[in-house]
């Protein structure tokens, strides 16, 4: 694995090679998306979020990932037309990627391993249960839109659990106190 969040390779999504160090010195919200989520309205609020803070150098980076219920089956094309046509996003989108299990890109290990803990787990795990579904183990992701917050030095700082809303004051405040530190 890379030394650095920024340099790990990964693919914009329309195919083209990046890494995060594009974003460096920046504080970034990373989420784990898709399209046919009961949390996809989120998309809505992600966007309000990036709008709101970018000015601040903030920026939301979407990775589709379709580890969840097959939430996101379509090609990086499609995602990237559903998310412009029906949300408006204009935050970048990168290429579909796993974000659990054993093949988990590099970019979720660096994450997972940096920040272990996903705040309010529990009541996501709760509600899966009540669906009939089986959450993931600990430490991995729980579910699509699940939030890494890092600061502008590349640390991961905060994991929120996917139903904590991009509009939830904890998240704001983390977003508001990591924009202020230099």
């Known amino acids: 694995m890379s030394g650095t969040l920024y340099d790990i390779p990964v693919q914009k ?8 160090g594009e974003h460096a010195g920046e504080v ?51 995602i990237q037309e559903f998310c412009s046509t029906k949300f408006g996003v204009q935050f970048p989108m990168y290429s ?13 290990q660096h994450l997972i391993s940096e920040q272990p803990e996903t705040e309010d787990r529990d009541g996501m795990e ?14 991995e992701v729980v579910w699509n839109f699940e939030k890494f917050l890092i600061n502008r030095a590349g640390k991961v700082v905060r994991r929120f659990a996917p139903d904590t809303t991009p509009d939830a004051p904890k998240l704001v405040e983390a977003i508001e106190q990591a924009l202020a530190e230099t």
């Not at 999504?13 to 995060?20: H, K």
């Not at 796993?98 to 093949?103: A, C, D, F, L, Q």
């Open 96 to 108: 579909k990627i796993p974000v659990t299990g054993s093949n988990k890109h590099p970019l979720y």
């Open 126 to 139: 709760t509600m899966l249960r009540g669906h009939k579904m089986e959450p993931t183990r600990k430490p």
């Open 28 to 78: 970034l919200l990373v989420v784990n998306v898709a399209s046919q989520c009961g949390l996809t309205p989120q998309y809505e609020g992600l966007e309000k979020l990036h709008e709101k803070f970018r000015d601040r150098k903030f920026s939301v980076l979407g990775f589709p990932a379709n580890d969840f219920g097959a939430q996101e089956p379509g090609s990086n094309e499609e």
């Open 13 to 20: 999504i329309d195919g083209t090679d990046a890494t995060l």
